[in-house]
C-alpha cells in the first residue's frame, strides 16, 4: 500500500545510510580505521584540544573518506565555551557539523540544558548543523528544536556507564513528540540496547565506550553496525503484538447503538 | 613573554607561522586563536607576536561518549 | 437511505430578486466567490499545518485498509498515524466492541470517571452566511433575534442559578450585527457568572481573541464544517464563512491570541466522514505539536433537521460509525476532550459517555432568549428561532442524576481562569 521509500537519516540536509555515529575517544588511532569501517559509520565524532608539538598524528590521517567529522565541545563547561569550541572546530576545516556538549559538572559529566539551548540557538544562527547533547526533558527538547537544532540527542544512561536504557520512558516521549531526528547518544552498553533503542524510533544510535572497553573493537563495531539495523528494520517493519490486555467488559460496550 | 596554550614563551617578535613552523605543529593541522579570536589561516604570516599576547593552538583529537 | 440530502428550500417571504441571486448562487458555481481567496478584513498567518492535514487526507483510501491492519492498530500501545486511518476505515467495523474496550480503559486512564457538564447560550441568530444546512442561513425564514445586555445578564442568571458552571456562548455569524465588541460584552457577564466561558462565533483575527480573552473568554471552538474543500464550496455559498483557509486557521489563531484551548470538528454526513474525521484529528494531532501547552477538544455532530426542512438527515453516519469515529479519536489522541451534543440521543450520550466522550451539555437551547421559559416554564415573549432541533432535552439536573446513575463523576468545572 505505502511506497517503499529509501531509508536514509537525514541531518542539515545531508543524507546518512548509516544510523550509527562513531566515537573516537579512549582508544588508540591505530584502531580507528578498522572501527570506522566495520562500524559502517558515516559520522565519526571527534574532539578540540590543545595541540601538541611532541605528537605529529592527526586524527584525520586515520579517518577514511566521505566520513562526516563532527566535532563535540566536550571541555565547554558554558554556552559561550561551547560557542568558542565550535569556532576553533569550523576554522580546522572539516565542515559545519558541531555536537554540543555542555558539562557543569565532572563527576557524572550530566549536561546543562538551559546552556545547550543557548548556544544551539547561536551556533544555528551562524549556519551550524547543530547536534545538542541532553537529558531528555521533551520542554527542552522542543525548545531546542525551535534554536534551530537539526537532531536532539538525548542521553541514555550517564555517560560511560553501558547501562543502556535508563531513560527509555523519556526516550519515548521525545521520539514520539518531536518533529527531528532523536538519536540516543551516552550509556548505550551493548548491541541489545541499541537495537533496542532503534526499535523504538530513534534515528540514530552514538556510541564510544562501549565499542572502547570491548574485547575486539573492530568486531563489537560490526557487532553493534548489525544491531542498529536489525532495529531500524523492525521499528520500520512495525513491532507485532504484545499482550497486555486488561480484562474484558462482561457486557458490551456497544450494546446500545441503534443504526 | 607570550602565553601559549597556557604557557609563557619567549617567542616575541616572531610572526605566527614562524613560531608554528619552529615549535613543530602542522599548521594545516591545527586552528590558531589570537587573543580570543580565530586567525584565518591567510593571516598567520602578517601577525607578529607580542609581549602578553594569548595563543590557543588547537587540533582535533579523538573524542566521544 | 438516500444517498444526498436536499437542502434548498424557498420561503415565500423573499423577494423575486432575492430568489433570483439565491437560485443563481445555488446552480451557477461561476457566480460564487472563490473560497481559498481571503477577504480584505481577514488575517493570513504563516502556517504548514493546512497542507500537512490535506496531504494526508487526499493520501487517505479507507477501503485499502483490511482486518490484519485493524488488529495491528489495536496492537500496538501507541497509535500511529496509520494505525488511526486503519481504525476508521470500513474494516474496523467487526472489532468496535474492543475499540470500545479500549478506549474506556485510555480515557479512564486520562480523565478517571469523570464527565464534564455544560450549557450553550446563543446570543443572536443573525447570520450573512448562506450554509444550505444550517437553520440559521440568511435565506432561511425565522424569527431573528439578538439578546441586548440585559436580556443576556438574564438568561444567563437563569442558568447559572440552574447550577451550571461552564458556558458556551454562540452567535449565528454576522460581524456587523454582532460585533467582537457586543460579543465581548458577554463575555464580561459571562465572567461573572460563570468559572469557564467558551467562545463558539465567527472565526476572527489574533486581535480580536486577545481582546476576548481579555473579556474573560478562554476556549475557541470552530467547526470547520467539510475538509472536503470541493464538497465545502457547494454548501457554504455565501459570505465570510466561505472563505475555507481563514476557517481552518482559526483555531491557531485563537491561540496565537492567548486562548487557553481550542475546539474542532467536522459536521459528520456532509462529505466522506472518514476522510472527515481524519482531517480533523489531524488538525488537532498537528497543532498540538505546534502549541503543546494548548488543551484541544474534538466534537462529533451529525446534520439534523432544521426548521423549515424537516429532512435533513446524516445519511451514512449512523450510531455504529459515530461510536466508531469517536473510539478511534479517543486511541490516537487519549488526552484530548471529546464533546458529545444533544443532537445525539439520551440512550446514545448515556452510552458514550461510559467509552470515550468526556463533556456533554445539558439543559440546551439552540434558540434565542428561551432559557427561563425551558427551564421554568414561564412564557417568554421575545424569542428567536432555532439553529437546528436537539434531541436529548434533558435539564442539567435530570442529567447530573443520569451521569450519576451511569457511575460516572459529573463535573460542572475544574478550571481556573488566570
Redesign the interface.
Known amino acids: 500500500m505505502k511506497e517503499q521509500q529509501e531509508d536514509v537519516l537525514e541531518l542539515g540536509g545531508h543524507t546518512f545510510h548509516s544510523r550509527f555515529i562513531l566515537g573516537s575517544g579512549k582508544y588508540s588511532l591505530a584502531l580507528i580505521e578498522a572501527a570506522v569501517r566495520d562500524a559502517g559509520a558515516e559520522i565519526v565524532t571527534c574532539a578540540v584540544r590543545r595541540a601538541n608539538t611532541k605528537e605529529h598524528e592527526n586524527i584525520l590521517d586515520y579517518i577514511p573518506k566521505g566520513v562526516t567529522l563532527l566535532p563535540n565541545t566536550s571541555g565547554a563547561r558554558t554556552a559561550d565555551e561551547a560557542v568558542r569550541i565550535a569556532h576553533l572546530a569550523r576554522e580546522l576545516g572539516c565542515g559545519d557539523f558541531v555536537k554540543i556538549e555542555i558539562m557543569r559538572d565532572t563527576k557524572y559529566l550530566l549536561p546543562d540544558n538551559e546552556a545547550t539551548i543557548r548556544a544551539t540557538e547561536t551556533l544555528a544562527k551562524e549556519g551550524f548543523v547543530v547536534l545538542p547533547y541532553m537529558y531528555p526533558d521533551l520542554n527542552v527538547a522542543r525548545d531546542l528544536v525551535n534554536a534551530g537544532a537539526a537532531a536532539v540527542m538525548p542521553l541514555a544512561a550517564p555517560i560511560g556507564s553501558n547501562k543502556g536504557l535508563v531513560t527509555k520512558e523519556f526516550i519515548q516521549i521525545l521520539i514520539d513528540e518531536i518533529d527531528a531526528p532523536i538519536i540516543v547518544d551516552a550509556g548505550i552498553g551493548s548491541p541489545a540496547q541499541a537495537c533496542e533503542a532503534m526499535q523504538m524510533g530513534a534515528a540514530a544510535i552514538m556510541a564510544n565506550t562501549a565499542l572502547a572497553t570491548a574485547g575486539d573493537l573492530p568486531l563489537m563495531a560490526s557487532a553493534f553496525k548489525d544491531a542498529i539495523a536489525a532495529g531500524r528494520k523492525a521499528y520500520r517493519a512495525g513491532l507485532g503484538r504484545v499482550l497486555t490486555r486488561g480484562a474484558a467488559a462482561s457486557d458490551p460496550l456497544t450494546g446500545f447503538l441503534r443504526d | 613573554m607570550v602565553k601559549v596554550n597556557g604557557e609563557l614563551v619567549e617567542e616575541a617578535g616572531k610572526s605566527v607561522a614562524a613560531y608554528l613552523a619552529e615549535a613543530g605543529y602542522d599548521s594545516r593541522a591545527v586552528a590558531v586563536e589570537y587573543n580570543e579570536v580565530i586567525l584565518p589561516k591567510a593571516d598567520y604570516e602578517k601577525t607578529i607576536l607580542v609581549d602578553e599576547d594569548v595563543v590557543e593552538i588547537v587540533c582535533f583529537m579523538g573524542g566521544g561518549r | 437511505m438516500e444517498k444526498e440530502n436536499h437542502f434548498f428550500i424557498d420561503s415565500d417571504k423573499l423577494s423575486a430578486k432575492a430568489l433570483e441571486k439565491k437560485h443563481r448562487l445555488e446552480n451557477d458555481p461561476s457566480c460564487r466567490k472563490d473560497p481559498m481567496e481571503y477577504f480584505p478584513d481577514m488575517e493570513q498567518i504563516k502556517s504548514d499545518v493546512r497542507e500537512r492535514v490535506m496531504a494526508a487526507m487526499h493520501a487517505y483510501e479507507p477501503e ?1 485498509y483490511t482486518a490484519i491492519d485493524v ?2 492498530a489495536l ?4 497509535v500511529t498515524i496509520e494505525d488511526f486511518q486503519a481504525l476508521l476505515s470500513p474494516a474496523a467495523k467487526p472489532f ?2 474492543e475499540m ?2 479500549r478506549a ?2 485510555e480515557t479512564s486512564r486520562h480523565f478517571g470517571n469523570t464527565v464534564y457538564l455544560f450549557t450553550p447560550l446563543y446570543i443572536a441568530n443573525y447570520c450573512e452566511n448562506y450554509c444550505v444546512y444550517c437553520g440559521f442561513n440568511c435565506y432561511n425564514d425565522i424569527q431573528r433575534l439578538q439578546l441586548s445586555h440585559d436580556e443576556i445578564a438574564h438568561e444567563m442568571k437563569v442558568i447559572a442559578d440552574s447550577g451550571m458552571e461552564e458556558i458556551l456562548i454562540l452567535t449565528g455569524e454576522n460581524k456587523v450585527k454582532s460585533s467582537v465588541e457586543y460579543i465581548g460584552d458577554a463575555c464580561k457577564l459571562a465572567h461573572q457568572y460563570f468559572k469557564n466561558v467558551g467562545l463558539e462565533v465567527y472565526p476572527m483575527n489574533v486581535a480580536d481573541y486577545k481582546y476576548l480573552h481579555d473579556c474573560g473568554a478562554d476556549y475557541v471552538t470552530v467547526f470547520q464544517e467539510t475538509y472536503d474543500l470541493k464538497k465545502y464550496e457547494t454548501l457554504h455559498l455565501l459570505g465570510h464563512k466561505r472563505v475555507w483557509p481563514y476557517r481552518f486557521e482559526a483555531q491557531e489563531r485563537a491561540l496565537m491570541g492567548g486562548m487557553r484551548g481550542v475546539g474542532f470538528s467536522a459536521l459528520l454526513g456532509l462529505s466522506d466522514f472518514r476522510r472527515d474525521a481524519l482531517a480533523t484529528a489531524l488538525h488537532v494531532y498537528y497543532l498540538q ?1 505546534k502549541y ?1 501547552q494548548a488543551e484541544f477538544s474534538l466534537s462529533c455532530p451529525r446534520l439534523r433537521p432544521i426548521i423549515n426542512n424537516e429532512k435533513i438527515n446524516p445519511l451514512d453516519v ?3 460509525e459515530l ?1 466508531q469515529i469517536l473510539c478511534a479519536y479517543r486511541l490516537f489522541l487519549p488526552y484530548v476532550g471529546i464533546t458529545v451534543s444533544s443532537r445525539e ?1 439520551a ?2 450520550r ?2 458514550i459517555a ?2 470515550c466522550a468526556t463533556k456533554i451539555s445539558a439543559g440546551v437551547s439552540t434558540g434565542i432568549g428561551d432559557h427561563e421559559e425551558k427551564y421554568t416554564g414561564k412564557h417568554e415573549e421575545k424569542t428567536g428561532d432555532e439553529q437546528f432541533e436537539i434531541c436529548d432535552t434533558r435539564s442539567i439536573r435530570s442529567m447530573y442524576g443520569d451521569m450519576e446513575g451511569e457511575g460516572l463523576q459529573p463535573v460542572l468545572n475544574d478550571y481556573l481562569y488566570v
Not at chain 3, 75 to 78: A, G, K, S, V
Open positions: 485499502q488488529r495491528r496492537d500496538h500501545e501507541r468496535l466492541e470500545a474496550e474506556q480503559r505539536r503543546p449512523g450510531e455504529h461510536c440521543s440512550t446514545f448515556n452510552g461510559k467509552i
